[in-house]
């Protein structure tokens, strides 16, 4: 899981920001909470695909 805040003072979209991270690094976008972006990505390790999910689950 990653939390991404977006700063106050720019003139970003925070869907917008959103709709870009899900197409460029393959992210999916779990919350978003005011300037905050909850996002999610599978582990490239097996190893801990387990806790991933997991996590994705919830």
């Given at each position: 899981?990653?939390?991404?805040?977006?700063?106050?003072?720019?003139?970003?979209?925070?869907?917008?920001?959103?709709?870009?991270?899900?197409?460029?690094?393959?992210?999916?976008?779990?919350?978003?909470?005011?300037r905050i972006l909850i996002l999610y990505k599978q582990s490239s390790k097996?190893?801990?695909?387990?806790?991933?999910?997991?996590?994705?689950?919830?």
């Open positions: 899981m990653i939390k991404v805040t977006l700063l106050q003072n720019t003139d970003e979209n925070i869907h917008e920001v959103a709709e870009i991270l899900e197409e460029e690094i393959g992210v999916d976008t779990v919350q978003k909470i005011g097996k190893e801990n695909r387990k806790i991933s999910k997991k996590v994705k689950e919830i």
